[in-house]
């Protein structure tokens, strides 16, 4: 039985998504004949920023889920880097195992037209450039969402061949050469409407590092001595290990927090300016969200540097969202000081910014748990989950129907009020759906 769950797992990844479904659909088989013993749930255990591989991760959208499952989530939010997908498959499995799910869109956008412009935002890569999340999308504009990113894609795969180009004039000398078409794209969903990242590169040079060294201390001497790459300790140690099952994600990691400034040429055209990404999530129906990163000491996943980002201009940052009429703050407690998230709440709360919480999956050593959820301080991101689902059913039913529509404003001007209201709407649609 063990190896028949064993396999029913790998299958969760299968090219193939009606194979992908059919796998997720017999665990759950097993789960209800008592085979494969129901995880402990937890009321804090959400999660609205998981990454599928359509942008970039270990797992499909069904996967996703079922790792989800397994870990106790009682929700889950898809969020894939300028593309949704992987959104109807998401739905559809977390239908097939009984989990509530929240759709979205991670994307960059240009903030040049406003006070931030030249201010390193959230991203590590590039000033003026910020991450931001459309969340709650209505099921019935997927394919407009769809539609809208696929030119973006585009550009950015322009991009993302002159940053192949780059990385093999520096990789000449050791013999060592990345084809675009050959070695990246097959490691995406790129031709099923996924997105290829810099993570994709780097995953394919990982791969071609390793099959030239092989694992363990003859390559860490290559990235320290020759690619001179900081290793923090617990990343030396991974890769030290030969037998480490997650080495590839680990050496990833290592080259993104060192070797992407290197390589990387700034994104322009596949960049929205940030009025129009605020006009489209209206259109919508969708609710978008700044996302805090904050200054980083150690990055969670070993991909980012030591650095500050936005902790010195908080207040202007929040005076310019609240400016364009965004309307949320998304955040990840994992990732921050106690100190930080504090202000960023209290921020929040003074501009009138719903707030939501996710931990950003794309890597297996990820939890998918936030263990800081269980402090009472941050009920409100549970809260504020089940709102996002309230959401997303009305939104679907009818955008008018959305949190942020100028229509239920004004039958709600009170956010707090709006949001127990969603929450409630939320919590009724699981029990139905445990009860169906």
């Known amino acids: 039985m063990r190896k028949d769950i064993e396999l029913l797992e790998q299958e969760l990844n299968n090219p193939d998504l009606d194979e992908r479904l059919f796998s ?33 991760s270990p797992y499909s ?42 759709i979205g869109v991670e994307c960059r956008v240009d903030f040049s037209s406003t006070p931030l412009k030249g201010r390193k935002l959230n991203n ?15 099921h019935t504009k997927i394919d407009t969402v769809k539609d809208y990113f696929s030119k973006y894609q585009k550009e950015r795969n322009k991009r993302n061949k002159k940053m192949v180009d780059r990385l093999n004039s520096m990789m000449k000398a050791f013999d060592i050469n990345i084809d675009f078409d050959r070695d990246v794209v097959p490691l995406s969903k790129y031709n099923e409407g996924g997105t290829i990242t810099e993570r994709h590169i780097l995953f394919a040079l990982s791969l071609k590092l390793i099959d030239k060294f092989g694992k363990g201390e003859k390559l860490v001497n290559f990235l320290k001595d020759t690619l001179r790459i900081n290793l923090t300790r617990r ?14 994600y680990d050496l990833l990691g290592a080259l993104k927090a060192e070797l992407v400034p290197r390589f ?33 000491t150690e990055s969670v996943t070993g991909d980012k540097r030591s650095e500050k980002f936005e902790d010195d201009y908080l207040d202007l940052l929040f005076e310019v969202l609240k400016g364009l009429d965004f309307d949320a703050v998304t955040y990840m407690p994992s990732r921050n000081t106690i100190e930080q998230l504090k202000r960023v ?49 009305l939104a679907t039913e009818d955008i008018s129907k959305g949190m942020f529509s100028e229509e239920t404003k004004r039958k709600y001007p009170d956010l707090n009020e709006r949001i127990r209201v969603y929450s409630e709407i939320g919590r009724k649609s699981s029990i139905n759906r445990e009860q169906g």
């Open 345 to 393: 709440k209290a921020l929040c709360d003074r501009f009138g910014l719903f707030q939501i919480s996710g931990e950003d999956i794309n890597s297996p050593r990820q939890s998918f748990i936030c263990e800081k959820l269980k402090l009472e301080e941050f009920r409100n991101l549970i809260d504020s989950t089940w709102a996002l689902i309230g959401h997303e059913i």
């Open 264 to 296: 990387f040429i700034p994104a322009t055209t596949e960049c929205p300016p940030v009025e129009e990404i605020v006009k489209f999530s209206k259109e919508t129906g969708s609710i978008l969200a700044y996302a805090y990163l904050g200054d980083i």
């Open 24 to 56: 997720l659909r017999n665990l759950k088989v097993l789960i209800d004949t008592g085979d494969i013993p129901k995880p402990s749930v937890n009321e804090y255990a959400v999660n609205n920023h998981i990454h599928t591989t359509y942008s970039f």
């Open 235 to 248: 990343i030396e140690g991974y890769l030290l290990d030969p037998d480490n099952e997650y080495y590839a």
């Open 124 to 138: 590590p890569d590039q000033e003026t450039v910020a991450y931001i999340s459309l969340h709650g999308i209505p």
């Open 61 to 102: 959208p069904s996967k996703s889920i079922w790792m989800a499952y397994k870990s106790g989530l009682v929700t889950a939010g898809i969020m894939d880097h300028d593309s949704i997908s992987g959104a109807k498959e998401f739905i559809s499995a977390g239908k097939i195992i009984g989990m509530a799910t929240t």
